[in-house]
């Protein structure tokens, strides 16, 4: 289950929703696949690399929001 750290301060109705959306991804690939079946399709628009084992992959949200998945 994806942790949810809401560093934007969602509304909580938004922020519930969002957490149910993003509970069931456990790996990369299912970030990936959710991203694609969305409407509008979503895509990873950047991975920024923290050391040799930790990578962030961020991917727009809606409303000019993005999440960023945390991947080790």
């Known amino acids: 289950m994806v942790p ?6 969602l509304a909580p109705a938004r922020r ?3 957490a149910r959306d993003v509970a ?5 690939q299912d970030v990936v696949r ?3 079946a969305a409407t509008p ?6 991975v920024v ?3 040799e ?3 962030d992959v961020v991917m727009p949200w809606e409303d ?7 991947t080790t």
Do not use: M
Request: aromatic content about 14%.
């Open 4 to 9: 949810l750290n809401d560093r934007a301060a």
């Open 16 to 18: 519930e929703a969002l």
């Open 24 to 28: 069931p991804l456990d790996l990369l």
């Open 34 to 36: 959710w991203g694609f």
């Open 41 to 46: 399709p979503r895509d990873v628009v950047e």
């Open 49 to 51: 690399v923290q050391d």
């Open 53 to 55: 084992f930790t990578h």
């Open 64 to 70: 000019g929001c993005y999440l960023v998945f945390d």
